[in-house]
Every structure is written in structure tokens, then in C-alpha cells.
């Protein structure tokens, strides 16, 4: 049933945002990110909200965390035949739910911590590399079950509905954490499939976006230079590879990464001092294959960092607050406002200038810097 | 006996004179070169042989008092559809003569013009278009090889280049002027085309002629051609651009060499080529140094070691039936760019055989090659130049939407300077003053002139462009790259589809 999904169009949608980060590490209740999204309310449409928590499994922090979804028992048996091959599951369960009046036969969720079994131990950027290859092939090629998300000790919840129904339905207020992203979508053609809402997630790296890139076509196939497949022919899944090509595999800089997804005009390099000048003109000429084009907001996250980056001339709104050891983003001030009614400060980032904040190294387990 | 000249009796078109407009003021017989007109002394009447004709309008736009018009001929055969009078005429020609039948500018058959099957998508509600008269919306593009990644170092106050990319070259819009030879068009042209290029920040290039003296202070904006027959080639010339073009073929001749007839070849033509006055300037069909890809290599890198690594090189191309294979030897022999030429690609001269049915339309060569060099994992690191029937600023955005970085136009430059494209290039009387080194004819067009509608035409396009751009919600020409989601197609079937890689409008 799910096949239709991937032939369809691409998915196009307008959206609100949420992220919330302590950089001290300190965990953050699920009750504060739902206020903070559901506070914009009029963002969605009721086909899709999500949420995306880091810290949330402490017991099983060395772990891969799988989110799976699963369209009925036979998919997911199958899919479980496949996976057991491949890596060794330390523990698995379904992942806890309500039931929910307006949320009619929702997919079956499990998750699953895992690692994988390897004769020699690899760089972790090797064994992220067999995590990701498997997790594509799974969602490219097993009928019926979509993986959710893949990283240590975060994970990633979403569905069909406004955000105060997914967040009821998956028990978000359960759960803490000392990141949270959350979207509330807005699409205008696509049908209502759980894979298709945000966050998007590959590894720990989990993304909600709020836009449309028009340059699609193009970020899609740079993209597959590299060995990525674009399945869900959403943005979001475009704007995930793009980062984890730069900032992962190229080893760039965060805000490089940011710069190259959302750089300057050439009439601003063109006055910039002579060094810098010539680092943003090889960006842009290396990198045009990665240039989001058309209206964006996005908030990324990782295990160690939240990032919000605004589309060239921003043509999406991002505001970002700080108060003690918090920081805020968000579509809109009030939503920020509403569970933090007096920051220290509060400012509307320009176009295309990333916000990084990352925890201090050393905060968490398994944190990972690029900045 | 005295010879019969078949070809003779069927002009191809009617020279009509209206004797109540006409005030036999002789400009006609002055300006046509084909001796068209005539005057009888005796009846004190202009006369008119129709069979000279060759159809380029120069009587007509030049009469003062609108007298002439020139029609197709109204004589008609009986109709065959199998025989129509091309055919009927071209047997003519060449029992007639015993030659080669010769064509000038590229194909003309009424063969499936692909961009004409695709239209252009806009941005309509959930995004928004970029209105280019209020916001940048940059055309800038770059030429030559790419590495796959950037290397950085962390300085104290960011970050800098660990390594300078390669040579590239910067163009102001995705546009460059194609390979014309001084030769085969005027030294005005050639003037004229080079000050645009370097007012538009983009290039044109020397065809394979050699470089005229006068050109080199246009070195930033110039190509320099090494062809078959190396006509004018030295280490001075090839230092005299920035950048090389190896050409291997044209797409209005694909299989064979270039062919300037000696009528055309002066005293100035003949020092810049370094061939003897009025010989026929014929290039071999290969580099008789290029016998395989690996040849190709060693003339790429011959040509990087006498400019010092300095300069990018281009290795031009017909678009053939191999085309994507061959691309992608010629990426991995080490050229920066790959210039493709489609079956409607121009030419001063080219057997008619050839220019009708030899190579693929652009279109199609251009969307296999970039699906070619994607799978090979190489389409980044090099540049894609198209060329080959460009006719208008949508047919450029289609170009590259379809996986061009940059295209090549020749004939909407012509046209710019009043070409009516009658296809007689290869007399070297071209009344317009543009396929000709006649200096009296080449007066007809100062390079200023060339300058201004060239520039006009750029300007245009330039604006028409970035309107588009802009209705698509992209503010950058990098967007548009092989961006085929932008395009759908209209009556194509699902095999054309499959090879644009492009959706039915509607899907």
C-alpha cells in the first residue's frame, strides 16, 4: 500500500517549527516543546506533526536507536528476519502509544537498540557509514516498514495529525530530553503517510523544515553522485543528505555546510577581503550542486548541537531566544515566548546566517562537535 | 554543343519589381553581389535573372523605394511527395557539376525540435516567485574542472583555502559566442563579438582561423581553437586566450574536417592562417595526431604544458549516436570542458549530406551525457557546453535544465547582424557583409555595429532569463542545472521522455 507513496509527486508543504537545546545537558521535559509547538497551531494543517528528542534512552546510549514503522505484522516480521541478519539487538519493543480518537488505525512502532557485529572494531565514521547503507536499503527495498530514525539515544516520533495529538499519541510528555525539535506541517499535496511528516532523520542527525525547495531537481541529483537515493521525494530528506554529505563526509565546518546550503550573492563576496572572498567563491563553485533555492527554515539537530539556517533571502521566518542555559528557535516569537516569556534576548537571524549552538565538549555521551 | 546547365531553368525564387515604385536608381544592381540585377542600356529597364537569386533580401531591404519583393518561385513541378523540387533540383545540381553539394548554417529538415516539446514550470502559492527587478538573481557561471571537495584550514579569524581550486574561468551568464573562424565570417565580426564578450563578461571564440593581430587585447575574453588543419596554431596564439579548444568536430559536419573555399582566403586570411593566398583551407576529418582517446590525452596535456597549466582545456564535439561514451572519455582524458554540437549546430560551409543527416539533436545529447556523467560519478568536477540550435533565452534555460552548465550560440549572433540565413555562406559574397572578407563588402558592417545588436541581443536575453529564473523561485543559475523537475514535456513519447529524463506536462 505504501509503494504509491514513492511515485507520487514531491511533496510539497508549508510548516511551523520548534527546537529547544540546554547546553549544559540538563534534560528538558516533553510538556515544554508541545506548548511551544502547538502554540502554532494555525502553521498545519492536521496531516502531519513530529517531534525529535536527544537523551532520551540513558540506558542504551551506546546504541543505534531504531524507530520503525510498520504498515501491518507480516512487514514488520519480515523486515525483523532481515534486520537480526544484520546487526545484534540488544533489546527491542513496541514504542509506547495512547490511543487517540481523531488518530484511526495508526502503523505499528517498535524500536529497536542495536549495534552493529563487525570482526574488527571500525572509525565510527566507517560503522555510521554501514548504519546509513542498511538503513537505506531497508527503507528503499523492504516493502511495508519505513525507518524512522537511527541514532544513539535520541529518536524520532511522528504522524498524521496536529502535534497535540501525535505528541498525546506517542506519550512525548513522558519523555526528556536535552534537545527537542518538533514540526507541524502544512502539506498541500501528499497524501497522509507517518513516513512522510518531519523530523527527518538519518543517524543522529534530525531535521524540521519548514519550505520549498525549488531547487530540488538539482540537489537531488548532486546528490546521487555521492551514492544517495532521494526515496521520499520530500525536501527535508534532500536537506538531511545535503548536511550529512558536507558536515559529515566532507568534513566541513557547520557553518561552512550552512554557507554553502545558503551562501552569499556574488555581489557581497565580491567585497569581502581577498581571503575570505576567494574561500565563499570555491565554496559556491564546489558546492553549487548544494545550493537550497527557494523559501526555507530549517532547524537541525545532533547529538551535541541544534542549528537554524534561513534560505538566502529568507523567504521563512526563524526567530531564536536565549535564556540561562537555554536557546529557543522557532516560526514565531510567541511560540517561543510561550514557555519562555522573558529571554535574555531575542533576535530574528538574517538571511542565509546560520545559528549554531553547541554544548560545551564533554557535556554528553557520544557528542559530536562541528563547529 | 553548348553545355546545358539543368539547374539553371528553376530559380528558387522570384525577384518581383514594381515598375510604378521603381525609380531606376541602380542600388539594386549595386548591392546585390550574385548579379541579380542588370540594366539594359538600350530599353533603359532593370532587369532581373531569378536563377541567381539566392534569397538574402539585400535588394529589397536596401531599394528606397520599396520596389522589390522577393517571393519563392511560383513555378511548380508536378507534385511527388517522394520527389519533391529539393531533391529534383539538388540531381539537377550535381549532373550539372559533378560536386559535392554544399550547405551553409546547420540542418533545416523539419526534424523533431525538442525544446519546442518542453515548457517551463513557475512558482504559483507555496512558493514564491523572485521578482529580478527587486532582488539579485545571479547568472554568474564557471568554466573548467572542479575537485570534488573543499579543503579548508581554521585561521584565527574563520576559516581559508588550504589549496587554490584549479584554473576557471568566470562568465557573467551562462553564454558563450561558439567557434567562428576568421575566415569564414569578417574580421568586423570577429571584432565585434569580441567586444561584446568582454562587456558582457563572457567569451567568444576564434574558430579555427588563427587570431587576428588586432584581437589580443580581448585576451580575457577569448577561446582559442586548435582544429584539425592547427590553421594560425603557436605557442603565441595559444597563450593569446584563456582557454583551448581542441576541436574535434562540429555538429554540422560531424565525421569531417572544416572547409573554408580559397575565394574567401585574402591577404590578411592567409597570414593569420599561414596558408598561401586563395587556397581552399581544407582540415583533415582527425587530428592526425589523435587516434584514439588516449591520443586525446596527449594532445590535452601538450597543450596544458605549453601554457603552463595556466589555461582550461575544451575538447568540442559532434553530438553523435556514442555521445555519452564519448563525453565521458574525453572527462576522464583530462579536458576541463566538454563542448557538445547538435545536429543544427552552423557552419560556414559543410557538405549538404552531412549537414542534413549526420548527428542527434541537442537536446537529447546534452540530457545523456549529464545522465552519463552522473553515473560515473564525474558530472561535478567538469562543465558542460552546449550548442546546437539555440534560438532563443528559453531554449537556454531548457539547455541547462536539461544538464548544460553553459551554452554556445553562432547563428542568433549572425542573425543579431542582419543574416536572413540564406544559407550561401560559402560563396563569400554574403551581401550583408558578414560571410565575407570582400573589403568592400565588409564595409556594410563596421564592427560597432556588431558590437551594439550583439550586445543588444545579450542584454535580452540576460533580462529574459532571469525572469524565468525568477518565476521558478530560483535566485541562482547553479538551481536551474540538470534541474529537470523545472521542465515538462508535451507530445513526447515515453522513450523521448525516458532520455530527457523530463515528466508529461500534467504529471
Known amino acids: ?371 | 554543343m553548348k553545355p546545358i546547365n539543368f539547374s539553371s531553368f528553376y530559380p528558387d525564387f522570384y525577384v518581383e519589381r514594381l515598375e510604378n515604385k521603381c525609380i531606376k536608381c541602380k542600388i539594386c544592381i549595386k548591392e546585390c553581389t550574385y548579379e541579380v540585377h542588370t540594366w539594359d542600356e538600350k530599353k533603359k529597364i532593370l532587369k532581373e535573372d531569378h536563377s541567381k537569386c539566392v534569397g538574402c533580401h539585400r535588394c529589397e531591404a536596401m531599394c528606397p523605394t520599396n520596389a522589390i519583393i522577393i517571393k519563392r518561385h511560383p513555378s511548380q513541378f508536378r507534385e511527388h511527395h517522394l520527389w519533391n523540387p529539393y531533391f529534383i533540383k539538388n540531381i539537377y545540381k550535381q549532373a550539372d557539376k559533378g560536386g559535392v553539394l554544399l550547405s551553409s548554417t546547420g540542418c533545416d529538415l523539419p526534424l523533431k525540435i525538442y525544446f519546442d516539446h518542453l515548457v517551463i514550470d513557475a512558482c504559483q502559492v507555496t512558493n514564491p516567485p523572485i521578482d529580478p527587478l527587486r532582488e539579485p538573481m545571479e547568472l554568474r557561471t564557471y568554466i573548467g574542472s572542479k575537485p570534488e571537495k573543499l579543503e579548508v584550514e581554521k585561521t584565527e579569524t574563520g576559516y581559508k583555502l588550504k589549496k587554490a581550486l584549479p584554473p576557471l574561468i568566470k562568465l557573467e551568464m551562462p553564454i558563450i559566442f561558439a567557434g567562428m573562424s576568421y575566415g569564414a565570417i569578417s574580421l568586423h565580426i570577429h571584432q565585434g563579438l569580441a567586444r561584446a564578450a568582454k562587456e558582457l563578461g563572457i567569451l567568444y571564440n576564434t574558430g579555427e582561423g588563427g587570431l587576428h593581430s588586432s584581437l589580443y587585447e580581448y585576451k580575457d575574453h577569448t577561446i582559442v581553437q586548435c582544429a584539425s588543419g592547427r590553421f594560425g596554431v603557436n605557442v603565441d596564439y595559444l597563450n593569446a586566450g584563456v582557454a583551448i579548444e581542441i576541436k574535434i568536430g562540429q555538429g554540422a559536419k560531424p565525421g569531417i574536417g572544416g572547409h573554408l573555399p580559397g575565394e574567401k582566403v585574402n591577404e590578411e586570411i592567409s597570414k593569420t592562417r599561414m596558408i598561401p593566398l586563395g587556397t581552399d583551407a581544407l582540415s583533415p576529418a582527425p587530428h592526425h595526431d589523435i587516434y584514439s582517446i588516449e591520443d586525446l590525452r596527449g594532445l590535452i596535456y601538450a597543450l596544458k604544458e605549453a601554457t603552463e597549466y595556466k589555461k582550461p582545456v575544451f575538447v568540442k564535439v559532434a553530438a553523435v549516436n556514442n555521445i555519452a561514451a564519448i563525453a565521458s572519455g574525453i572527462v576522464r582524458a583530462g579536458a576541463d570542458a566538454v563542448v557538445i554540437d547538435g545536429i543544427r549546430g552552423g557552419t560556414g560551409a559543410a557538405p549538404t549530406m552531412f549537414r542534413q543527416y549526420v548527428g542527434i539533436p541537442i537536446e537529447l545529447a546534452i540530457s545523456a551525457v549529464d545522465k552519463r556523467l552522473r553515473e560515473e560519478g564525474i558530472r561535478h568536477k567538469t562543465t558542460l557546453i552546449a550548442s546546437g540550435g539555440i534560438r532563443c533565452s528559453a531554449d537556454v534555460v531548457k539547455a541547462i535544465a536539461l544538464g548544460a552548465d553553459v551554452v554556445a550560440i553562432g547563428t542568433p549572433l549572425l542573425i543579431a547582424v542582419g543574416c536572413t540565413l540564406c544559407q550561401r555562406c560559402y560563396t563569400g559574397k554574403c551581401p550583408w557583409g558578414i560571410a565575407t572578407n570582400n573589403p568592400e563588402l565588409i564595409k556594410r558592417l563596421p564592427p560597432e555595429v556588431v558590437y551594439e545588436k550583439v550586445y543588444n541581443l545579450m542584454n535580452a536575453w540576460r533580462s529574459e532569463i532571469k525572469e524565468m529564473l525568477g518565476a521558478m523561485g530560483l535566485n541562482s543559475i547553479e538551481s536551474l542545472r540538470s534541474n529537470r523537475d523545472k521542465l515538462r514535456a508535451i507530445g513526447l513519447t515515453k522513450e523521448e521522455m525516458e532520455i530527457l529524463e523530463v515528466k508529461h506536462a500534467g504529471e
Open chain 1, 1 to 371: 500500500m505504501w509503494e504509491f507513496i514513492f511515485k507520487d509527486n514531491k511533496d510539497i508543504s508549508g510548516c511551523g517549527v520548534s527546537g529547544i537545546i540546554n547546553v549544559k545537558g540538563s534534560l528538558i521535559p516533553g510538556d515544554l516543546i508541545i506548548k511551544s509547538i502547538t502554540c502554532q497551531e494555525e502553521r498545519g494543517n492536521g496531516l502531519g506533526a513530529g517531534f525529535a528528542g536527544y537523551g532520551i534512552y540513558p540506558d542504551f546510549k551506546e546504541f543505534y536507536a531504531l524507530h520503525v514503522m510498520a504498515e501491518d505484522k507480516n512487514s514488520l516480521e519480515r523486515f525483523e528476519r532481515f534486520l537480526f541478519q544484520q546487526v545484534k539487538a540488544i533489546y527491542h519493543e513496541p514504542i509506547p502509544t495512547r490511543k487517540v480518537k481523531t488518530i484511526k488505525n495508526p502503523p505499528i512502532f517498535k524500536r529497536y537498540f542495536v549495534k552493529l557485529e563487525l570482526e574488527e572494531q571500525l572509525p565510527t565514521e566507517e560503522e555510521e557509514n554501514k548504519l546509513i547503507e542498511m538503513v537505506m536499503y531497508i527503507n528503499a527495498n523492504l516493502n511495508g516498514v519505513y525507518i524512522l530514525s537511527s541514532g544513539k539515544n535520541m529518536g524520532v516520533f511522528k504522524g498524521v495529525g496536529f502535534p497535540e495529538e501525535i505528541a498525546e499519541f506517542f506519550k512525548i510528555d513522558e519523555y526528556q530530553a536535552y534537545i527537542w525539535t518538533a514540526h507541524n506541517r502544512f502539506p498541500t499535496n501528499t497524501p497522509g503517510w507517518w513516513g512522510g511528516a518531519h523530523p527527518f532523520s538519518l543517524l543522529d542527525w534530525s531535521i524540521v523544515h519548514n519550505g520549498e525547495i525549488s531547487s530540488y531537481g538539482t540537489n537531488k541529483r548532486y546528490l546521487e553522485l555521492f551514492g544517495y537515493k532521494c526515496t521520499l521525494l520530500t525536501d527535508t530528506e534532500v536537506v538531511t543528505y545535503l548536511l550529512d554529505l558536507l558536515i559529515r563526509r566532507h568534513k566541513q565546518p557547520i557553518k561552512l555546510a550552512c554557507t554553502a546550503l545558503a551562501p552569499p550573492f556574488w555581489m557581497e563576496i565580491e567585497r569581502l577581503e581577498e581571503e575570505e572572498k576567494n574561500l565563499l567563491e570555491a565554496l559556491r563553485i564546489v558546492y553549487g550542486g548544494a545550493l537550497l533555492n527557494g523559501p526555507f527554515a530549517i532547524i537541525f539537530a545532533y547529538n551535541g548541537g541544534i542549528v537554524g539556517l534561513t534560505d538566502r533571502v529568507k523567504l521563512r521566518p526563524l526567530v531564536v531566544a536565549k535564556f540561562e542555559d537555554f536557546y529557543y528557535l522557532a516560526s514565531e516569537e510567541a511560540a517561543i515566548r510561550t514557555i519562555c516569556p522573558n529571554p535574555e534576548l531575542i533576535w530574528y537571524p538574517k538571511a542565509g546566517e546560520p545559528v549554531i549552538i553547541e554544548m560545551p565538549m564533554g557535556t554528553i555521551p557520544n557528542q559530536k562537535s562541528y563547529a
